[in-house]
């Protein structure tokens, strides 16, 4: 179990610390020209690409069966969404908001991308051996 939590907060990470400057670059400069929905539809394909390679550097490391890099996105996906929901409170908003800004177009349109992102480890393939 420890390999798991170790190459999960490892995907998270890597993943998280570029899809953040992604996000701030889509905020800033997409979004105002482009409109919410698709700077976020511009974002995600290139989130989940790195989320792919980024897995399967985190599989090579530690190479599982699927149940456990199911185990693995599950958590990544947990980590994923509280260091969002911490973001939003850090920049003010309340967690309300936060749930109901997933309910938006483009909000819905990122949760999946993010749950791409959780299923992405069981689907990659790598396998022990």
């Known amino acids: 179990m420890p390999s798991i939590v170790a190459a999960a907060v490892s995907y998270f990470a890597a993943v998280f610390a570029v899809a953040f400057v992604l996000g701030a670059l889509r905020v ?3 979004a105002p020209q482009t409109g919410p929905l698709l700077a976020v539809a511009l974002e995600v394909p290139l989130v989940l690409a790195l989320s792919w390679l ?3 550097l985190v599989l090579r490391r530690w190479p599982m069966a699927r149940r456990e890099r199911l185990a693995l996105g599950g958590l990544a996906f947990v980590l994923l969404m509280l260091a969002e929901l911490s ?26 991308g993010q749950i791409g992102f959780g299923l992405i480890p069981a ?3 790598q396998r022990r051996g």
């Open 87 to 112: 973001l939003a409170l850090a920049f003010g908003q309340t967690p309300a908001r936060f749930l109901s800004d997933l309910a938006t177009p483009p909000g819905a349109l990122g949760l999946a």
């Open 123 to 125: 689907l990659h393939g």
């Open 28 to 30: 800033t400069l997409v």
């Open 54 to 56: 980024v897995a399967g």
